[in-house]
């Protein structure tokens, strides 16, 4: 069997409210620009539509993607959910390093530490303390 890749990632957080206008702005400068509400029980063995009034789940996807299924990400409100303590990382353009580190902590980012010069990378933790990355990892030669 083949690695496939990814279909989506759900990251749990214990209030939702703390860290939804960080992502907010986070997603969409990676692509992700569509948002979406949705009512997640408890495990995830339910996951319904929601509205803006009445939601514990905020999905964040790509817009206009034919011939593969979209990217999504999905933030879920879970009572005594805790921080990743791993870390996500997110494939970026090298050369958009600085500006990451520019906008970042105006996002709310916290703990924003540059990777050293062979690692072009920048780790960070989301204002719950999720680890975070956005990296340009260089092909190997």
Known sequence: MAFRGFDHLDLRVPVLGVVEAFYDEFFPRLGLTGKKYSWVEFGGSSWNDATPERYNTVEYYEEGV??????????????????????????????????????????????????????????????????LEVCARRLRS
Not at 85 to 100: C, H, K, N
């Open 66 to 131: 034919d011939g593969r299924l979209a990217h999504f990400i999905g933030i879920i409100e879970e009572t005594g959910a805790q921080p990743a303590r791993g870390r996500i990382a997110f494939a970026v353009d090298e050369e958009t390093l600085g500006e990451w580190e520019r906008v970042l902590p105006g996002m709310g980012a916290r703990e924003l530490e540059r990777g050293d010069p062979s690692y072009p990378a920048l780790f960070f933790t989301d204002p719950l303390g999720t680890r």
